[in-house]
């Protein structure tokens, strides 16, 4: 097919409301196009980790309280939007979330965020990982206010 067809989608969430809708908006276009939809939550290794062992620790190395958040963020996520009928997946990964959001695109067509998210300091209108990935997707973004 000529032009863009997005067979790949991707979502980040993180547990917000606008992260959900965000998520509402991807599904459908997944509906509608019968395309395969990733959604990814990214956890944010604590601080000072990174120092001590030089990389970005396992999920094994980081335990399993993190990665029990995020499965959280995704068991809420999938329960609250309607997925029916959709080629779809869940992921969890570790790292700073706009960078590993921008790694799942490599092969993708789309990636979906919300404008904001889970932060609670309104210091941009724009948050932190929706700016980043607007300007490092190698994909087109689609912003959900
Ligand atoms: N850890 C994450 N994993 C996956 N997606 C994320 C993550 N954090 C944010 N996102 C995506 O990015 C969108 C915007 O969130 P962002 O973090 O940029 O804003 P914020 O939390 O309001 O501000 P900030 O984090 O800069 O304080 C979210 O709605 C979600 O779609
Ligand atoms: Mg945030």
Redesign the pocket.
């Known amino acids: 097919m000529e032009g863009w067809d997005p067979q790949r989608i991707v979502?980040?969430?993180?547990g917000?409301e606008?992260?959900i809708h965000?998520t509402r908006v991807a599904a459908s276009i997944a509906r509608a196009r019968s395309a395969h939809l990733l959604i990814?939550?990214?956890?944010?290794p604590p601080e000072g980790w990174w120092g001590i062992v030089g990389s970005p620790p396992t999920a094994e190395a980081l335990g399993d309280s993190l990665s029990n958040a995020q499965r959280e963020v995704l068991d809420r996520t999938v329960e609250v939007v309607d997925l029916d009928g959709i080629d779809y997946e869940t992921a969890e990964d570790i790292g700073e979330?706009s960078q590993r959001?921008i790694e799942a695109c490599s092969d993708a067509d789309l990636l979906v965020?919300?404008?904001?998210?889970?932060?609670f300091?309104r210091?941009?209108v724009v948050?932190?990982?929706?700016?980043h990935v607007v300007h490092e997707a190698p994909c087109p973004v689609l912003i959900v206010p």
């Not at 990814?40 to 944010?44: D, E, G, P, T, Y």
């Not at 965020?113 to 932060?119: D, I, S």
């Open positions: 979502v980040g969430v993180d917000s606008q992260s965000a990814l939550a990214v956890v944010r979330p959001l965020v919300g404008r904001r998210g889970a932060g300091l210091r941009m948050g932190s990982v929706a700016t």
